[in-house]
């Protein structure tokens, strides 16, 4: 529960306290002390209130010491008085949630983009270096430097922690949207032992997805992510076994998605469409919804998906996005074809992904197809080198074994 809430109390604080690295640190007393009274006082009634209120109170004080340090008692006395009628007051802005109101804020374009999102991630999102890492396949050292210039940046810059004005927020949004994708993408492909965590960040994500679609519901984007949250939301069951192990998509029990999440998905994304502006967000929802309305795998429409993905390439050029449609024509007109694909990857894709675990994993997967078996067990080995967490190793590990016995059975 406290790490579920505590974006959401710190979303509160920053909107008090105005002081990001101010607001983190009282939640993070706040968190001890709840972790320390709550088992012997028991848990409250209303746990994020309670939260809240430690943590403001501790900033209070933190910032009454700083008063009595530079002799200005003063300005506690005004800070008390400012920071009551600040919670008191009600906002003039559309965003009236505390926690999208605050990723609107991070957002700001005086930042570059990576680091708003990485800066966005971190500290709002709770997700950890090594996971923000693994969303934009860069090394987590990176996303540490992002985060520590982003913060620095903002100090030296004094850019202020305020809600952008209602005519800001378009300007924003596409961070805004690219934050909510990765909370939902993190938290339907988390490694295993991190599955109530990841949960909760894929039903924030979902959550967020809403909220933009009702503030910006002429926004066919906004409207996009929200149909492709959904059908990514109604397959969760079905991702993992018991075990929190790994199952392929052509593997699970499709009687365990949620067809009214799906439906609701189609209807969603029809909407967007009729918007008449096409995005990345809605190529990428219709794809999921291709795969969520197909009634087996082998019943998929691979044909169909592997042309969206030559449209999503069009909004999204990525290495990424080419490996994917690599797969998808590799269902539809054989892995020869496919494996062609992954051979012309110019070098510029190469240098983003050549340590990317699922490359190695897809290049293995069609060599096996093509009965090419030597080199996909070189292909399985080097997706293993690569590969962030267990539960992934442990995934390749089993798939690398099935195609080497296939080989030894051969001969």
């Known amino acids: 529960m406290i790490r579920r809430e505590g974006g959401r109390v710190l979303a509160t604080l920053v909107r008090l306290v105005g002081d990001i690295d101010l607001a983190e640190d009282a939640v993070q007393d706040a968190v001890v002390a709840a972790l320390r009274r709550w088992p012997t006082d028991g848990v409250p009634n209303n746990p994020p209130a309670w939260l809240t209120t430690a943590a403001r109170n501790r900033a209070l004080d933190v910032l009454r010491r700083e008063a009595k340090r530079t002799a200005k008692e003063s300005d506690a006395r005004l800070l008390d008085d400012v920071l009551i009628s600040i919670n008191e007051a ?210 998929t429409d691979w044909s169909q998906i592997a042309s969206l993905y030559a449209t999503l390439e069009l909004f999204t050029p990525t290495a990424v996005v080419r490996v994917n449609r690599a797969v998808a024509v590799a269902h539809a007109q054989g892995a020869a074809v496919g494996l062609s694909l992954l051979d012309n990857l110019g070098e510029a894709d190469l240098a983003v992904i050549d340590d990317w675990h699922l490359l190695w994993s897809t290049r293995a997967e069609l060599l096996a197809r093509l009965g090419e078996v030597d080199a996909a067990v070189a292909a399985f080995d080097r997706a293993l080198e690569c590969s962030p967490n267990d539960s992934d190793r442990r995934f390749l590990l089993r798939r690398r074994e099935v195609v080497a016995t296939e080989r030894r059975e051969a001969s």
């Open 90 to 299: 009600t906002t003039d802005s559309m965003v009236r949630d505390d926690l999208l109101r605050l990723v609107f804020t991070c957002c700001h374009p005086a930042l570059a983009l990576e680091a708003r999102l990485a800066l966005t991630l971190r500290t709002l999102c709770r997700m950890n270096t090594a996971e923000i890492a693994a969303v934009f396949i860069v090394p987590e050292s990176t996303i540490g430097q992002r985060i520590s210039r982003a913060k620095k940046k903002i100090a030296t810059a004094r850019i202020p922690y305020r809600v952008p004005a209602d005519h800001e927020l378009p300007d924003r949004l596409p961070a805004v949207l690219q934050v909510v994708h990765a909370l939902v993408t993190v938290g339907h492909h988390s490694p295993a032992g991190n599955l109530d965590a990841r949960a909760d960040l894929a039903s924030e994500g979902l959550r967020l997805a809403r909220l933009l679609t009702e503030l910006m519901p002429d926004e066919p984007e906004c409207t996009g992510l929200l149909a492709l949250a959904l059908v990514t939301h109604a397959r969760r069951a079905s991702r993992r076994d018991a075990a929190g192990e790994v199952i392929l998509l052509a593997d699970q029990d499709r009687s365990r998605w949620d067809r009214a999440q799906i439906a609701e998905a189609a209807a969603t994304l029809d909407a967007a469409v009729r918007l008449h502006r096409p995005g990345r967000y809605q190529v990428e929802a219709a794809i999921a919804c291709l795969h969520g309305t197909a009634v087996s795998f082998e019943d």
